[in-house]
């Protein structure tokens, strides 16, 4: 849901008085709950091994592409199927302050202005405890070192330590596991490996837009080019795409986010090249070659194979890494085995209607690639399929597990966390709602009588629409003026928003309707739309 329109409803139940001074209100008969992020989702500690000096390396944003090359650097280990950094003195922790949540909150706590870019599950964390969730608990979080393999033995005790513990901390109760993005193949590689403990310790897992058969053209422009995790003014301070690019090709996690070349794809996945050639009479051409996944390995090698890094003076080759690509085709067939325990239960959701890279395309007819060292400094172009902007829904959707359900939301990858409709699945499933109907912090119910949103491109311009109807019940007092006048009342709110970088803008307007009160009910009629456009 756009921004603008969230902030319009808010501002409504504001103005029906349905928000009141926020109470803090715990339900002690909560199973607890266990988030887990995706890849880049928790916050990562540099220690110096000398002096026991303790910095943020990710998230930050003043001085960080400095401290990300400093600190994160990496190369693989075969032998032991682990990345360490290149700075030996170093060594990388997750914090576990607030019971594993505040590594998992905001990325960058000192960040003011414009934090939300690097809220993870900020929202969901907030919405939780507005159901009555507690931190340390009935509520948890597991940040992890996110370079590593899904698979990575000491990941994979470390999670079995946090399951272990809050079951003893919410006194026996089974665990339910939120997950998000590459979160869901860590958790699937758990529950491969470890079913006994899974189905000991869990009652249910949901999978929030999980890359189950990777994402691949996500994945391919990464590998080749690098990629930004914040856009922006924001990116401007941030790290480069090229130093990212460098910790990416040593990364175990993201070999295994590519896509699969075993899965039966509904439009396949390519990298495509447009390459100029001269035939043995001198004369050129163009041609348009397509490589499937397994075909694209050799294009990576060359492309690749001059890729360096310059490291305290010391010039270290970072080529495609053909082992990292063995551990983790080792890590897909892990995943194909992996089965959901007979007492676990396990539900998916996945994001649609965003536009999602999934073949990648380098050159063009008019300006072909002559030589393929050219590709980690050319522009891709991408051709998009169905998806949350990142993974596709083809991909989201096919977890190859016994599911009680899997329910489409229209949402971007990152965004998908904090929506609405998200919240409503999830407290459903959690049943954290015994009556669906039922606010206990401000004791009232409300009968979601009616509820349509619909998503569209239009001119150029993204056009987000909303229509939901209330029957709310009190036998409070609010909204007693509007009763007693036995009029029908109606209200409209607009509001505008421009992009620090005059690129963007986004306007929103709603309008209400206030039936009068009626045996006990009042009849609420909401319409809002918001326009936006990016560059």
Not at 213 to 223: D, E, K, R
Not at 406 to 415: E, F, I
Request: hydrophobic share 35%; with cysteine; charged share 25%.
């Amino acid at each position: 849901m756009a921004m603008l329109i969230e902030e319009l409803i808010k501002s409504i139940e504001m103005w029906l008085k349905l928000i009141k001074k926020p109470q803090e209100y715990i339900d002690p008969n909560l199973d607890p709950v266990l988030l887990v992020p995706g890849v880049a989702g928790s916050i990562l500690n540099a220690v110096d091994k000398k002096t026991g000096r303790t910095e943020r390396v990710w998230v930050r944003i003043l001085g960080a592409d400095h401290e990300f090359c400093d600190k994160l650097w990496c190369r693989f280990d075969p032998s032991t199927g682990k990345t360490t950094n290149l700075d030996p003195d170093t060594s990388i922790e997750v914090p576990e302050d607030r019971y594993g949540l505040h590594a998992i909150d905001n990325l960058d706590p000192d960040m003011i202005v414009g934090s939300d870019c690097v809220y993870y599950y900020h929202d969901m964390i907030v919405e939780m405890l507005s159901w009555g969730y507690q931190e340390g608990k009935t509520l948890f979080g597991f940040g992890y070192d996110f370079r590593q393999s899904n698979r990575l033995q000491e990941t994979m005790e470390c999670f079995a330590q946090k399951l272990e513990s809050i079951h003893t901390a919410s006194g026996g109760k089974k665990i339910n596991i939120i997950s998000h993005s590459m979160g869901g193949l860590l958790v699937k590689c758990f529950m491969a490996l470890h079913s006994d403990i899974f189905e000991k310790y869990v009652k249910n897992w949901i999978a929030i837009a999980a890359p189950f058969q990777g994402a691949p053209g996500y994945i391919t422009s990464s590998l080749l080019n690098g990629t930004s995790f914040v856009h922006g003014w924001e990116e401007r301070f941030f790290i480069s795409k090229w130093s990212m690019h460098q910790l990416l090709i040593e990364c175990p996690s993201i070999y295994e986010l590519m896509g699969c070349p075993d899965f039966h794809w509904e439009h396949a996945p390519l990298l495509e090249i447009w390459k100029e050639k001269s035939n043995s009479n001198g004369e050129s051409s163009v041609v348009l070659e397509s490589y499937s996944p397994l075909e694209a390995v050799s294009v990576y090698e060359l492309a690749l194979s001059n890729n360096k890094v310059t490291y305290n003076g010391e010039k270290i080759s970072l080529p495609f890494n053909l082992e990292l690509l063995k551990w983790a085709n080792k890590t897909r067939e892990i995943l194909c085995h992996a089965k959901v325990p007979d007492k676990v239960k396990f539900y998916n959701i996945y994001g649609t209607n965003y536009e999602t890279p999934h073949s990648v395309c380098y050159g063009s007819q008019n300006a072909p690639i002559s030589d393929l060292q050219q590709l980690p400094f050319v522009q891709s172009n991408y051709i998009s399929v169905d998806g949350d902007g990142t993974v596709p829904t083809e991909s989201a959707k096919a977890d190859g597990l016994k599911a009680e359900a899997r329910v489409g939301v229209p949402g971007d990858h990152r965004g998908i966390i904090c929506d609405r409709h998200v919240f409503r699945v999830i407290k459903h499933w959690l049943r954290a709602d015994h009556d669906p109907y039922y606010n206990p912090t401000n004791d009232y119910v409300i009968l979601p009588t009616s509820f349509d949103i619909e998503r569209h491109r239009e001119k150029g311009l993204d056009v987000t629409s909303l229509r939901e109807e209330w029957e709310i019940v009190s036998e409070s007092q609010d909204g007693k003026e509007n009763a007693d006048s036995g009029k029908t009342k109606v209200g409209s709110i607009s509001v505008s928003h421009v992009g620090d970088d005059n690129t963007t803008w986004e306007e929103a307007h709603a309008t209400v309707i206030v039936h009068p009160k009626s045996e006990g009910k009042q009849h609420v009629e909401l319409n809002a739309m918001s326009v936006s456009a990016r560059a």
